[in-house]
């Protein structure tokens, strides 16, 4: 059974840092891509940073400078190490995972992970 578990989230200062975790497990094969999303009250979900299995990464340009994607040594440990940290990056985080193709170009949107956490909750206050 494939599973993917995050943890870390919480309430932190704007200014502060968390460190979120995602556990993959039940997977056969290794996957391609996975990636963090957010989704804050009344808005859509939208994608973070991804990181494929050769460690390339994607950030959105929200983030980018401030959070830093990585995999632990082993490859079912995925990271988002978060700074600088705003109200808005207020929402619940989520982690993903895909098997889409790897292709030159190519970023995996929300529509290519067919796996996803349950979630962790990061607050940040002003």
């Known amino acids: 059974q494939v599973q993917l578990v995050e943890s870390g989230g919480g309430s932190v200062q704007a200014g502060g840092s968390l460190r979120l975790s995602c556990v993959a497990s039940?997977?056969?094969?290794?996957?391609?891509?996975m990636g963090w999303f957010r989704q804050a009250p009344g808005k859509e979900r939208e994608r973070v940073a991804i990181?494929?299995?050769?460690?390339?990464?994607t950030y959105a340009g929200s983030v980018k400078g401030r959070f830093t994607i990585s995999k632990g040594s082993a490859q079912n440990l995925l990271y988002l190490q978060m700074n600088s940290l705003k109200p808005e990056d207020t929402a619940m985080y989520y982690c993903?995972?895909?098997?889409?193709?790897?292709?030159?170009?190519?970023?995996?949107?929300?529509?290519?992970?067919?796996?996803w956490g349950q979630g962790t909750q990061v607050t940040v206050s002003s």
């Open positions: 993903a995972a895909s098997y889409a193709p790897r292709l030159v170009d190519f970023i995996p949107s929300e529509g290519h992970f067919g796996y």
């Open positions: 990181i494929d299995s050769y460690g390339s990464t």
């Open positions: 039940g997977f056969t094969y290794r996957t391609n891509y």
